[in-house]
Nanobody, 121 residues
Framework: QVQLVESGGGLVQAGGSLRLSCAAS??????MGWFRQAPGKEREFVAV????????FYADSVKGRFTISRDNAKNTVNLQMNSLKPEDTANYYC????????????????WGQGTQVTVSS
């Protein structure tokens, strides 16, 4: 059974850092990414990484502050978040597929349960 389990969320002050991790069990995925959803808003793309790690894409809102990486031996994907802002507050979801790295949540077949990130001002 395929499972994606996120960890690393929490409460941090603006300007601080957090590192999210997502452990995948059952399969090795081509692409793995992160999305987030704030209360009352639609789920939005954050970052995605290809299997090789050579292709990464970021939302403009996080470019230069967030870094996505993966460890295929451990079947994990990480999101290092620096210089956090209150507007980064959201529930962060790990997503995975067997296709190309995509910014669109409809292209992902597997999702984690989410981990909450709260950034205080």
């Amino acid at each position: 059974q395929v499972q994606l389990v996120e960890s690393g969320g929490g409460l941090v002050q603006a300007g601080g850092s957090l590192r999210l991790s997502c452990a995948a069990s059952g399969r090795t995925f081509s692409s793995m990414g992160w999305f987030r959803q704030a209360p009352g808003k639609e789920r939005e793309f954050v970052a995605v990484i290809s299997w090789s790690g050579l292709r990464t894409f970021y939302a403009d809102s996080v470019k230069g502050r967030f870094t996505i990486s993966r460890d295929n031996a451990k079947n994990t994907v990480n999101l290092q978040m620096n210089s956090l802002k209150p507007e980064d507050t959201a529930n962060y979801y790990c997503a995975a597929n067997y296709g190309t790295a995509s910014r669109f949540h409809k292209d992902y077949d597997y999702w984690g349960q989410g981990t909450q990130v709260t950034v205080s001002s």
